[in-house]
C-alpha cells in the first residue's frame, strides 16, 4: 500500500554498502548513509531532511543523520513506535482520530527531502483494531491529496513490500528469513544505470491512451486504457523521476516501472491465489472490474476484513488506478507468499488513491496486489509472459 503515510519513508546498490563480502557481512550504515545521502537522494547544503524508521532501526538513522550533516544538510530526526501508533487508534475517541492532521501539513512544506527505513516488526499489529477507527483516520487525511500533489520534495525509502527484511514478517510471507535476507541485499546491488535502461523501455510502451491486457493461468484476465498523466520509473535515484506533480520519490530496492489507469476503462477479473491484508493472508481472492470500477469481491479465506475496508472508505477507492511493472532481474518471488513490486516480471496493480504516481484519485484509501506468473501485452507489444521480462527488456541488463 503506497501513500503519502508510507511513501515519505533507500538507495543500496553494489557500492560497497556492506562490510566483508558482498550482502553477506554486516550492513556497513556510514557507508549506506553515504550512498542514500550523497547519491540517491543527493542532498544540497542548507536543505532539510527528515530521516524517520522505527527503533530496531536507530543504528542506521544515526548514521543517517551524520551523512546529512557532513553534506551541509539540516537532519530531523522522527521516530516512529507502531505500537503506540496502535494505542493512540485504539485509545483516542472518534472525534479526535477525525480532526485534521495539520502537523503532517506542515512536515510536508517543511522538508526538502526525506529518508525513510522501514521494517516490519509485528506484521499483523493492525488486524484486530476496528475498521470505523481506521476509517476515521482516513478521513482526517483526506486533505492531505491536494497538499502532497502541489508538495515539492524528494523522498527514499528502504524496504518495498515487508520492508527491510525481519524474522517475523519472513514467517508470516512463508519465507528463510535468511534467503529473504541474502535477496534483498542482492536485488539492492543491481546498477541503477541499468534499471533506468530497462525501466525506461517499458515506460516507452507505457504511453497515455495505450490498452493494457493482464492475464494468468490463475484466472486473471484484465483489460484497460492508461490515463494522460505520463509514466514513470523507480531507478533507485529521485533525480531519475520525472515528476510533473508531487513530489520525486523513489523506493528500494529499485526496479519499477508505473503508469496511471484511465478512470473507466478496466473490464475483466482479477485473481490472486494468496495475498496478505494487514499481516492476515487472503486465499483465493477474485475481483471482477466493470467500467473501471471494482464490482464484485470473493475469497475463500479471510476476506470479510478486506470486503469491511472497501465498505467504509469513498467509492473511488474501488476504481482501479495503477498498473506497475518490475524489472529487477535479482529480485524474485520467494517462499509462500513473498511478492514486491520491484521483482522482475511481477505486475502489480493498485486500486484508489494514486497521488503518489501523480494521478487524480483523491480515495481515502488505497489496495493493492501483486500478480506473480502474468502475461501482459502493452499496446499489442509484449511486455511480461508467464512474470517473465522479454528478451528486450533483459538485454538492458547485458549492455
Not at 550492513?27 to 522505527?54: C, F, K, W
Not at 543523520?65 to 501508533?85: D, F, M, R, T
Not at 482501479?320 to 517462499?335: A, K
Amino acid at each position: 500500500m503506497r501513500s503519502y503515510f508510507n511513501a515519505l519513508a533507500l538507495l543500496l546498490v553494489g557500492w560497497g554498502l556492506t562490510s566483508g563480502t558482498g550482502w553477506a557481512g554486516e550492513p556497513d550504515y556510514d557507508a549506506i548513509a553515504d550512498t542514500l545521502v550523497n547519491q540517491s537522494l543527493e542532498v544540497r547544503p542548507g536543505e532539510a531532511i527528515q530521516i524517520s524508521g522505527n527503533p530496531s532501526q536507530i543504528d542506521l538513522m544515526a548514521a543517517l543523520q551524520v551523512a546529512v550533516s557532513k553534506a551541509g544538510g539540516q537532519p530531523v530526526i522522527i521516530l516512529n513506535l507502531p505500537e503506540a501508533n496502535k494505542r493512540a487508534v485504539m485509545e483516542t475517541s472518534i472525534e479526535h482520530l477525525e480532526r485534521l492532521p495539520t502537523s503532517q501539513i506542515s512536515l510536508i512544506r517543511m522538508f526538502d527531502g526525506v529518508i525513510n527505513v522501514a521494517s516490519v516488526q509485528d506484521p499483523d499489529l493492525f488486524a484486530d483494531v476496528p475498521e470505523e477507527r481506521l476509517a476515521a483516520t482516513r478521513r482526517a487525511g483526506a486533505p492531505l491529496n491536494d497538499v502532497f500533489r502541489n508538495a515539492d520534495f524528494r523522498s527514499v525509502s528502504l524496504g518495498q513490500t515487508g520492508g527491510i527484511p525481519t524474522e517475523a514478517y519472513a514467517k508470516s510471507v512463508g519465507a528463510d528469513h535468511k534467503k529473504m535476507t541474502a535477496a534483498f541485499w542482492k536485488a539492492l546491488e543491481v546498477s541503477p544505470d541499468q534499471i533506468e535502461k530497462a525501466a525506461s523501455l517499458v515506460t516507452g510502451m507505457l504511453q497515455p491512451g495505450t490498452d493494457v491486457h493482464v492475464e494468468s493461468k490463475a484466472g486473471t484476465d484484465l483489460r484497460f486504457r492508461l490515463s494522460a498523466q505520463p509514466a514513470r520509473i523507480n531507478a533507485g535515484r529521485t533525480a531519475a523521476v520525472d515528476a510533473d506533480t508531487g513530489p520525486a520519490q523513489v523506493w528500494l530496492p529499485a526496479g519499477e516501472a508505473y503508469a496511471c489507469v484511465e478512470p473507466g476503462s478496466a473490464n475483466g477479473t482479477v485473481v490472486v491465489e494468496r495475498t496478505m491484508f494487514r499481516g492476515v493472508p487472503v486465499e483465493n481472492l477474485r475481483m471482477t472490474f466493470e467500467n473501471g470500477r471494482m464490482s464484485k469481491m470473493s475469497a475463500d479465506k479471510n476476506g470479510d476484513q478486506l470486503k469491511e475496508y472497501f465498505a467504509s472508505t469513498t467509492d473511488n477507492t474501488a476504481e482501479l488506478s495503477i498498473v506497475d511493472i518490475g524489472v529487477n532481474p535479482q529480485s524474485q518471488p520467494l517462499g509462500r507468499d513473498y511478492r514486491s513490486w520491484e521483482m522482475g516480471g511481477m505486475t502489480s496493480i493498485a486500486l484508489g488513491n494514486n497521488a503518489w504516481a501523480g494521478g487524480d484519485n483523491d480515495a481515502d484509501g488505497t489496495f493493492n496486489v501483486h500478480l506473480a506468473g502474468t502475461t501482459v501485452d502493452v499496446g499489442g507489444t509484449r511486455v511480461t509472459s508467464a512474470g517473465e521480462l522479454s528478451g528486450a527488456i533483459m538485454a538492458a541488463y547485458r549492455r
